[in-house]
């Protein structure tokens, strides 16, 4: 599969990054990186325990701040929902080099969706992804999860208006980060 967007978008968050003292962002392989980007439900590492994999983890040190998942081709609410669950049961990552790290710090979870294939005038996504997104925080944080912050963004494929709409991402992700590193 392409994943133009999921390409663009883990190079411009991690670009945005990369002056920041004591931050990394981890990409998994569609989104330019060199690795999966597994959460798991124990810390016992294992295909029994891996629940789901990310695109792409944004941490100050071992502590992750954000979680971002891009949807290019399934934009339905379960497939959006699925992501979020999985990711939200999760309370360890592999940041592929050693020992699982908790996911104990407040975590915003970020869902990516393309909305390029969509026909603007005659669709319904859209207010049906605002109407997911505040379903989504009336529920947070999901029990035990440090996922706190939910939010949707939509881009129109890798081109159109990409730079407005990667600047209202990469200003979110950076307002949510800074105002939570301790």
Known sequence: MDHVLHEKLGKTIRDSFSGEPGYKVMLDKACGGQRILPLF???KKGNETEICDVD?????GIKVKAIIEIEESDVTPNKICGKFLTSALAFYYSDGKGPLQDLNSPIAFIQ????SKLKVYKTKKLKQWENLEKAMCRLLPVGNSQINVYKIFGFNGPEDQYEKQAALLIGFLKGWCYSISQ
């Not at 990516?112 to 909305?115: I, R």
């Open 56 to 60: 792409i983890l944004i941490a100050k």
């Open 112 to 115: 990516v969706v393309d909305k």
């Open 41 to 43: 439900i124990s810390d």
